[in-house]
């Protein structure tokens, strides 16, 4: 079984800036894609942005387009989420997920395995 671990959520100011973690023990960092995704309250899980470990190549929702940069530490076996810029509507539950695949996909059912999730909240 994976285990993803995600950190790095908190409170943070709108126009504020976090960064959050996610490490994977063990993982072959070769051939997959890492992906984040968030979950406000009432709403479905979305796609924010996914990593081919490989070659770094990435993919961003449109909403966080040049706000947010996802990136990797191969020798860390982990993936980071710089966040800037942060919106109210930002808001929301942050989840790492795997895709087992060279292939970068944004729906959710295309992902492994999921971390537990870490809160972010924008305040005003």
């Known amino acids: 079984q994976v285990q993803l671990v995600e950190s790095g959520g908190g409170l943070v100011q709108a126009g504020g800036s976090l960064r959050l973690s996610c490490v994977v023990p063990?993982?072959?960092?070769?051939?997959?894609?890492m992906g984040w995704f968030r979950q406000a309250p009432g709403k479905e899980r979305a796609f924010v942005a996914a990593?081919?470990?490989?070659?770094?190549?990435?993919l961003y929702a449109d909403s966080v387009k040049g706000r947010f940069t996802i990136s990797r530490d191969n020798a860390k076996n982990t993936v980071y989420l710089q966040m800037n810029s942060l919106k109210l509507e930002d808001t929301a539950v942050y989840y790492c997920?795997?895709?087992?695949?060279?292939?970068?996909?944004?729906?959710?059912?295309?992902?492994?395995?999921w971390g537990q999730g870490t809160q972010v909240t924008v305040s005003s």
């Open positions: 063990g993982l072959t960092f070769s051939t997959y894609i």
């Open positions: 990593i081919r470990l490989r070659d770094g190549s990435a």
């Open positions: 997920a795997e895709r087992r695949s060279s292939v970068i996909r944004m729906a959710p059912s295309t992902y492994d395995y």
